[in-house]
């Protein structure tokens, strides 16, 4: 079984789109992780009436990339075998992007898939700030023996793929730190790859201001770090050269991503 999941922060304006794309793949399940909504997206779906859809719903805000753990359980929870992330705001046409994620698992045997969204053959030219991040990624891959498969792409960015080994390899804590999550793959000697390219303008994802993308650069940043550290068997920090890279960590509720896995698996 393939399943996707989808974490969903007041996307009413997307995610009508974004169901109806990822339905227009091989996937067998869509996971909404609805994360503290306030506007009328749990609403969208239910009235969408898909039969394949298996929703989780978080009154409080789980805060960023805590909703792929919850949804990466309930997916091994419910025996998926392959499981596809994409945001609940990409409202592109990327049907295509995610039958080739999906398609390089089953046939290179990569036990993560990741989506080039600045590929050197589209010209296009990333901010001063997205430079920055892309050469700490960049750092980072080559520490964790990675930089020749995936040059600067990270699971923190664009749509990815994992497989079921994937999930019993790396804790389900991790998945909120996704670099984190990388650089245990690295340990774990799983197979790693870019399995789609596209340029981040065409996922079409929700433009925000300029303190929005200061505090996620911060936050990735920071996982960045903290995933140097994780690979080292290090004690891990957010700090560097007398700075603290926080950004939106500080919002991660990792204490009710605690309490969910010990209801379903408990």
């Known amino acids: ?23 227009s793949t091989e996937v067998d399940l869509i996971i909404p992780v609805f994360n503290g909504c306030t506007d009328r997206s749990r609403e969208i779906i239910e009235v969408m009436n ?3 859809i298996s929703p989780i719903h978080f009154e409080s805000s789980l ?31 990327i049907a295509n992007t995610l039958r080739r994620l999906l398609s390089s698992i089953l046939r290179k045997g990569f036990q993560m898939a ?11 030219k990333p901010s001063q700030l997205a430079r920055y991040l892309l050469s700490l990624r960049s750092e980072l891959n080559k520490t964790l023996g990675f930089e020749e498969a995936i040059g600067n792409a990270s699971p923190s960015h664009g749509p990815h793929a994992i497989t ?33 390219r596209l340029p981040h303008a065409r996922l079409g994802s929700r433009q925000r201001d300029f303190y929005h993308n200061r505090q996620i650069a911060e936050t990735i940043i920071g996982d960045c770090l903290e995933a140097l550290q ?5 004690t891990r920090t957010r700090t560097h ?17 605690e309490d969910f896995l010990k209801k379903i698996f408990t």
């Open 1 to 23: 079984m393939i399943a996707a999941v989808i974490p969903v922060k007041n996307e009413a304006a997307t995610i009508r789109k974004v169901i109806r794309t990822v339905s």
């Open 50 to 52: 898909c039969a394949n």
């Open 63 to 93: 805060g960023i990339d805590v909703p792929r753990s919850v949804g990466a359980a309930w997916a091994y929870k419910l025996g998926a075998e392959i499981v596809l992330f994409i945001d609940g705001d990409m409202e592109g046409n």
């Open 114 to 124: 990741l989506t080039d969204c600045y590929p050197p053959e589209t010209g296009s």
């Open 164 to 196: 079921r080994k994937f999930i019993e390899s790396v804790p389900y804590q991790e998945f909120a730190v996704p670099p984190a999550a990388l650089a245990l793959a690295a340990r774990c000697r799983l197979d790693v790859g870019i399995g789609a």
């Open 230 to 234: 994780v690979f080292y068997g290090q």
């Open 241 to 257: 050269n007398g700075k603290t890279y926080l950004g939106y960590h500080i919002e991660r509720r990792f204490d009710l991503l």
